[in-house]
Every structure is written in C-alpha cells, then in structure tokens.
C-alpha cells in the first residue's frame, strides 16, 4: 500500500499569513495513464471532508484562489496565501492512484 | 445539486452485521463510481471501498476485505455497504463520496460527500 506521511501535524498561522503543508508519499503517484491522482481536502470542524485540490494543482469548483497545490512524483504541497478564519480545520492528502486509496494523517491548520 | 445522505448506522454488538445506504440526487447516478470512507471517532480518513458505475469492478481495503460488500442499486439511485463480523475497530461515521469523471477532464475522487452515520460497534 502506499503511505502517504503529512507534516506538520499541527500548525498555528496568524491570520493573513501564508501557510504550507507537505505530503510525501511512499512510491511515485504517477499513473500509467501518465496522470497524477493527488488531492487534498479540508474538513472543518463537525463537517465532512471538502475537495480543495485534485491532480495536484487543479482547484475544484469553488474554492478559493488563495488555495494552491504543487508538487510531483512522491513530493506535494499544499499552500494557503493568506489564511482566513474560515480555514480553520483539518487538512489530509490522499493518493488515488493505486487501490487501496490511501490518506495522510492530517494537519491540524489553527490561528495563532 | 448533488446530495448524497447516509442512512443505517447505529449500535452493533461485535460479530454483528449492519447495512448502510447512500442515497444520491442531483446527478445521474449510474454514470459515475462511489467510494465509502470512514473516520473513528477523533481520528483521520481511512478509504473502505470503490465500486464503479455499473457496478462492474469493486476494490476493498485489507481491514475489511471478507466481511464488508459494497453495492448499488442505479434504478434507485443507491449505494450501499453490507458490513459483516463487525469488530470494535469498526467503530467510526461512515461517508459516501462521489467519484467525478468526464471525457475532457478524466476522473477524479472523492468530489462529493454526504454528512455521514455513525456506525457504533459495542457491547
């Protein structure tokens, strides 16, 4: 299975501050089909998870400019320019290239 | 819009056996694959199982892989788990989430969520 490791676990921003998380997985997401199946997803508190991201950049209907991924191979991040208030919650990676799907531990975003 | 609602969680005792459903709306259901994915209580995501769009191939995760059966009904626009031999680690709410694919763009996952049900496993 592939692992997919997130850091940092925690991180406390000041609001309209930038913040970054990584996400490293164990073997290269590249699909045969020469795509690359990384998402992220935001799940605030007492909610489902919310796609953000897909393919590793491509924001999805409605998310805000200020969410950005990057990244390739086994290497991701994910960027929020400036943070808001309603950012606040958890933040997980997961790989859909190669069942079984796969997420990361998660990343608790807070303001300071 | 697209709905997706969970129903059929509740308390189990182990070794039971509970279905789940997952009721969609706002799109054409038998067009796209489904995944269920739970979270314990306090914990991260883990991924359950896949089931495309005519119900042709499903995948499971190791953990369940025996005791759970993923399925859908497209002329009732409805997706289902048949959780068996449920075990305390089973403990957690359950999601239904969309699988989004077109010709231009390709597939990817996890586009819609329902708000879940909880599955408790105690004695």
């Known amino acids: 299975d592939i692992v997919m490791t997130q850091t940092p676990l925690s991180s406390p921003v000041t609001l309209g501050q930038p913040a970054s998380i990584s996400c490293r997985s164990s073997q290269s997401l590249v699909h045969s089909d020469g795509n690359t199946y990384l998402s992220w997803l935001q799940q605030r508190p007492g909610q489902p998870p919310r796609l953000l991201i897909y393919k590793i950049s491509k924001r999805f209907s409605g998310v805000p400019d200020r969410f950005s991924g990057s990244g390739a191979g086994t290497d991701f991040t994910l960027k929020i320019s400036r943070v808001e208030a309603e950012d606040v919650g958890v933040y997980f990676c997961t790989q859909a290239t190669q069942f079984p799907y796969t997420f990361g531990q998660g990343t608790k975003l807070e303001i300071k | 819009q697209v709905q997706l609602v969970e129903s059929g969680g509740g308390v189990v005792q182990p070794g039971g056996s509970l279905r789940l459903s997952c009721a969609a709306s706002g799109f054409t259901f038998s067009h796209y694959g489904m995944h269920w994915v739970r979270q314990a209580p306090g914990k991260g995501l883990e991924w359950v199982a896949f089931?495309?769009?005519?119900?042709?191939?499903?995948y499971y995760a190791d953990s369940v892989k025996g005791r759970f059966t993923i399925s859908r009904d497209n002329s009732k626009n409805t997706l289902y788990v048949q959780m068996n031999s449920l075990r305390a680690e089973d403990t957690a709410v359950y999601y239904c989430a969309k699988r989004f694919y077109d010709i231009l763009t390709g597939y990817y996952d996890f586009d819609f969520w329902g708000q879940g049900t909880l599955v408790t496993v105690s004695s």
């Open positions: 089931i495309r769009a005519d119900g042709s191939d499903r």
